[in-house]
């Protein structure tokens, strides 16, 4: 068995979303200075790094993420790769027999990006077709290996409108660079934030 972390680090000064709060970990009690523990304060977004997006993100009574079912985080999952050099559209997805996958991981371009140290605005996203045609093969759980499936600037957010009100979760910020596609088991348990509209995750794949 092999397990791979898809998961960003989480540090200060780390790619994030333009408009989200900057992640800050700040040790407030330090050994060294005297005190019996280190005790670190944490600020960060619920969509900071590698994080899940809950329907209540872009939908105004839509679950939250203490509301979603924890069966979708765990179980089979395919890793398909894509060459799109700007979207995802349906000529994309039509080659690819993905009726009845539950969970679907997309590796583009995008996971070479992580290696720059700004945020990217030129990232493969979801149009609101291909969205569609997702959901209507039954993708319970959509990944991609950038902060959005949404194209920047695209202040209708079709993408997300089509797959939060039909209740797919979106795993954003995933690192697939390294990880071939095919068939695994997918373990990416968000944190049990109540009444939020996202959360971060440590997401694996294991390979048997």
Do not use: Q
Not at 100 to 118: D, P, Q
Not at 179 to 197: E, I, M, S
């Amino acid at each position: 068995m092999k397990i791979h972390d898809i998961s960003l680090p989480v540090y200060e000064k780390m790619v994030g979303w333009p408009m989200d709060p900057k992640v800050k970990l700040r040790l407030k009690s330090k050994i060294e200075s005297g005190a019996p523990c280190n005790l670190t304060k944490i600020v960060m977004s619920a969509h900071s790094g590698t994080h899940i997006d809950a329907p209540f993100h872009f939908i105004k009574k839509g679950k939250t993420v203490d509301r979603l079912p924890l069966e979708a985080f765990y179980g089979d999952a395919v890793v398909v790769e894509l060459d799109s050099k700007d979207k995802i559209n349906i000529r994309d997805l039509s080659a690819l027999k993905l009726k009845g996958k539950k969970r679907v991981l997309f590796k583009t371009r995008n996971s070479s990006l992580w290696k720059n140290k700004k945020f990217i605005k030129d990232f493969v996203y979801f149009t609101e077709k291909s969205a569609e045609h997702l959901v209507k093969c039954g993708v319970k759980l959509v990944g991609i290996d950038y902060l959005s499936v949404e194209e920047y600037g695209n202040e209708k957010h079709p993408a997300h409108s089509v797959f939060l009100s039909a209740e797919v979760i979106l795993l954003e910020g995933l690192n697939l660079l390294t990880v071939k596609p095919g068939n695994y088991t997918l373990c990416a348990f968000p944190l049990n934030l109540k009444g939020c509209d996202g959360a971060p995750v440590r997401a694996v794949l294991i390979e048997e």
